[in-house]
């Protein structure tokens, strides 16, 4: 469905008075078969967008080939977009515009009729919850809906490959479990062919067939999720105590729920991987009681994207961003 | 032919949108009709020393330039919200044409420009312009002529610029000294008193044709070499304001 070679997209913009350019997207392969579900991981300004964009034809690369549904990119680019569909990061419909005219306008420039359009659209907003907005002004909907209807643009002329930037930002935890559901949907009954960006490994997880992690514009993993996850052993438990007296003890019980790791101790922080830390957290909550330790607070961090890309590279995402 | 049917879905779209929020037309209209009641009173005294029997039929023509120019010039930062909004980029992904992206917007703009230049030439009757029909519909045509360059050039600028902030002292360049220098307020010829060099300055500005050729359809001299001029001064722009917003419109990275 997707099969990318080398593509690259450099820009060049100005920093002060000079000219620099700036690397968005360094020489990435890509390949995607049909009916499949990639994820494409990576942090702020890895370069996920930029990449999305070219393979929709709404940038060209600087250098590089790929062919998309089966047609090339800077040969058939129209070819290309009749096949796919995107939701991109940003938005798609005007403020003031009604919900569903936007979709049905839409529809209208892939060919599709405006009965059929209309049709497809108030299933989708069925489907996306989006019931009873129909004829609501994109402005007043709230972020998640709104986000939602951008879903329902990318997908009402039923691509045969969906490209998705960042879907679930913005929607709260049942939309974004009602939009993976839809997601997985799209490719058991449709066949639809799905490339998805995300910050969430949890995200990445429950969707994804196959990971693709970028940084720095250059893909530096692509694997299983079941793979990748196995590369970072379990959720980070971290304790905050009240007292430097109480340390060691805290960070002996700790070490207590892992086989053969110790925890780290930073100040007043004692931390430590675990895995399903939540079923272990009672009992490790009794634990430190029965032996007198007074915390602070308590977190437990599920692993994150930053967790995978640490355990894969050696350093955190975050640092030289 | 694809071209056709998605210039029409754009268009209808945009003059949705446009109807809905009605407030930037009246707001377009306003501006003229302030003009041409607050203004053509201190006009009607000067008649004689501009050289007409009828104040407003010399006036209404340089407001429908106005009209013409500054409604269609500004249309840009509409299309920068737009951009902003994500709906270019919506539009784009589709497998419109890409032309009609543009010719969809310029149309809905000169539908607007049509009705509103409509009001103004009834508004001028209403205050005592007396003139040539066909004359007048003439007038209109150019205008809209004038109106589509100005509309698909300003649509081609924001998409390059994509920043309100690039695109205003762009055009308020280009806007002001057409303003002043196409004798759309007082005529600038040697007749009424002007010197020499602004003479001279002035008629390197195209859009000047345009008004001396309006006001000479307004009386009713339609085939003049004065007319001529300003018809192939608006075709020429509306020929290059069509291409150059074409061409950008075309373009794969924009
Ligand atoms: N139009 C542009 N002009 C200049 N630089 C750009 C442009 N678009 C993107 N970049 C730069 O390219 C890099 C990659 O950006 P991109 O939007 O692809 O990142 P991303 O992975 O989508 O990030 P995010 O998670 O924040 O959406 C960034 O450094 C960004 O600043
Ligand atoms: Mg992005």
Redesign the interface.
Known sequence: MIHARGLARTFDTKRGRERVAVKAVGGVDIDVEEGEIVGFLGPNGAGKTTTLRMLTTLLKPTSGTATVAGFDLAREPVKVRKAIGYVSQSGSTAGIARAGEEIVDHALLYGISAGQAEKRGKELFDQLELEGMWARQPKTMSGGQRRRLDIAMGLVHDPKLVFLDEPSTGLDPQARANLWTHISDLRTKLGTTIFLTTHYLDEADALCDRILVIDHGVIVAADTPDALKREVAGDLVELVLASESEVATAASHLSKLGTNTTADIDGLVVSMRVQHAGAELPGLLRALDGAGVTLAAIEVRRPTLDDVFLTMTGRSLREDA | M?FFY?TW?IY??QL??AL??PAWVIIGLAQPVLYLALFGPLLKPLAAQIGTANAYTFFVPGLLIQLGLFGALFAGFGLVS?WR???I????????NRAALLFGRVLRDLSLLLVQGIVLIALGFAFGMRGSLLGMILGLVLILLLGGACSAASYALALTLKSEDALAPILNSIALPVLLLAGILLPISIATGAPQWLVTVSDFMPIKYLVNALRELFVGHVLTITTMWGALWVLLLFALGIFYGTRTFRK??A
């Open positions: 694809t998605d879905v209808r779209r949705r949108l809905r929020n737009e909004e994500g709906v980029e919506a539009e784009r992904v589709t497998p419109a794969d990275n």
